[in-house]
C-alpha cells in the first residue's frame, strides 16, 4: 500500500509564503494522481489542488488560484504545494492523497497522509 507523509506545515503571517511536501511510499508514486485537500475546524474536507501523473497538468480549487501551486518530482516520489500570499481562510489541516482517477473529489482518492497544519495568523 501507499503511505504518504505531508511535510511543512506550521504559522505564518498573512502574505507569507510555505511550501508543503508529500513523500509516497510503498507504492509507484508514478502510477498515481496527485491531490492536496484541506479541513477547517467545523468543515468539510475541501479540494485545493490535482496534478497528473506526469505533472503536466493541474487543477486548482478558484480560491487558492494564482496562489497556490502544485507540481510533483517522480524520482523524488514527492508532491509539493507551493502556498504565496496565504490569508487567515487558508487555515486548515493539510493532506495530500494518492488517487487513480482525475478529479477533485475527496472520495474518488484512495490514499491519504496524515495532515499537516498550516496557521496563518492576521
Known amino acids: 500500500q501507499v503511505q504518504l507523509v505531508e511535510s511543512g506545515g506550521g504559522m505564518v503571517q498573512a502574505g507569507g509564503s510555505l511550501r508543503l511536501s508529500c513523500a509516497a511510499s510503498?507504492?509507484?508514486?508514478?502510477?498515481?494522481?496527485m491531490g492536496w485537500f484541506r479541513q477547517a475546524p467545523g468543515q468539510e474536507r475541501r479540494f485545493v489542488a490535482t496534478i497528473t501523473r506526469s505533472g503536466g497538468g493541474t487543477i486548482y480549487a478558484d480560491s487558492v488560484k494564482g496562489r497556490f501551486t502544485i507540481s510533483r518530482d517522480n524520482a523524488k516520489n514527492t508532491v509539493y504545494l507551493q502556498m504565496n500570499s496565504l490569508k487567515p481562510e487558508d487555515t486548515a489541516v493539510y493532506y495530500c492523497?494518492?488517487?487513480?482517477?482525475?478529479?477533485?473529489?475527496?472520495?474518488?482518492?484512495?490514499?491519504w497522509g496524515q495532515g499537516t497544519q498550516v496557521t496563518v495568523s492576521s
Open positions: 510503498g507504492g509507484a508514486f508514478s502510477d498515481y494522481r
Open positions: 492523497a494518492a488517487g487513480l482517477a482525475w478529479s477533485i473529489s475527496s472520495n474518488d482518492y484512495r490514499y
